[in-house]
């Protein structure tokens, strides 16, 4: 018995003597490296100044002044349309009180209607197409920055063993986001036209009260937005922390068997495995950053601009309701629901992929 015993033994290490095993960690500098010029590539094409070492010193007062450039330059044509609102609601409660003699009769009020409505809508509209035109131009790059970004994150999720979560989180935004681009390619920029059309009609129409249409429009398309961004957000986080959990079973499981199967030197391995997935998920965690950092440059700007238009719009219902101006507060009224559609479009696009990345980045800590 002991024979049985002590040849094997023997065996084994004259074995090891002339062929020895070693355990050693691979450096994962060069797949940092290599994932790094990807990242560069990628923040490059798509105009954001930052780098993949930048982000690790990156303060939040940095990140401001990225997004401050990049909305300085939308200011102008905003701040300009609101001086021409506020001159041209002056400009109609003067003719109003100057000539309510002249404009007594229903014919003559509504001309009057209609040349104040006609004298803004040429003042604000080409504006706010290009505004509603940039907020589709901001939901299509982020798609294509989305569509780049993710698999290249989700390959590292995978590295550092999420396979379950980077599959669930891969399938899950990919689709979400080329849905939501394509449902704003082909009906964004038409409702947003209808509730233009709309709010012209009501106000140059006195006794046609195109409100509520363009209200429930507004509420229908804002709820509807809020409730799928919750509900998706919510799937997404109950999946992918499942997911984690299966992972983090397996994770342990195989350094459990490559402890207990290697022999001698399976610790070592084990310890070196652990080691390698921790670098990994330090890799995992600094390029999740980055995408979080560049969508909220990519979107932010956009929305600011959004709400500076609404700020106009509400301080231009103000003013023209002081002064009387029904035509031209009916007109800023539905102007602003049509800017609050565009808003909530960019900014559910936005907390969806913010929130999903971070709950995949969770998941690993």
Do not use: H
């Amino acid at each position: 018995m002991k024979k049985l015993i002590i040849i094997p033994f023997l065996f084994f290490v004259l074995l090891n003597m002339v062929c020895p095993l070693y355990s050693f960690a691979v450096e994962y500098t060069d797949s940092e490296e290599e994932i790094g010029q990807q990242i560069d590539n990628i923040m490059s094409d798509y105009d954001i100044g930052y780098s993949y070492e930048d982000i690790g010193s990156l303060s939040l007062g940095e990140m401001i002044t990225a997004v401050k450039d990049s909305f300085v330059s939308r200011i102008s044509a905003p701040l300009k349309v609101f001086r021409t609102i506020i001159i041209v609601v002056l400009f109609t409660a003067v003719m109003k009180s100057a000539g309510e003699s002249v404009f007594s009769s229903d014919s003559s009020s509504g001309l009057y209607n209609m040349i104040c409505v006609m004298t803004a809508v040429t003042v604000i509209m080409p504006q706010l197409f290009t505004v509603y035109e940039e907020s589709l131009t901001a939901v299509e790059r982020g798609g294509s920055f989305i569509l780049v970004f993710v698999p290249v994150f989700t390959g590292i999720t995978v590295a550092s063993g999420g396979i379950t979560t980077a599959g669930i989180y891969n399938v899950l935004i990919l689709g979400a986001s080329e849905l939501i681009v394509e449902l704003s390619r082909r009906f964004l920029i038409p409702v947003l036209s209808v509730t233009a059309v709309l709010a012209v009609s009501g106000s140059i129409f006195p006794n046609v009260s195109l409100e509520s249409i363009i209200g429930l429009l507004k509420k229908i398309i804002i709820w509807g937005m809020t409730i799928s961004m919750t509900l998706f957000t919510g799937f997404v986080s109950m999946k992918c922390t499942l997911g984690g959990k299966a992972d983090g079973v397996a994770s342990k499981t195989a350094r459990f068997l490559i402890s207990g199967t290697v022999p001698v030197v399976g610790g070592a391995v084990s310890d070196a495995y652990a080691t390698v997935k921790s670098s990994f998920d330090v890799i995992q965690g600094t390029v999740g950053t980055v995408g979080v950092i560049a969508i909220i440059i990519i979107m932010l700007p956009p929305v600011l601009e959004l709400l500076i238009f609404r700020g106009i719009m509400w301080t231009g219902t103000a003013v023209a309701e002081l002064f009387s101006a029904d035509p031209l507060l009916k007109l800023m009224k539905g102007i602003d629901s049509g800017l609050a559609v565009a808003q909530s479009v960019l900014v559910c696009y936005s907390v969806i992929f913010i929130l999903c990345t971070g709950i995949l980045m969770k998941c690993f800590t």
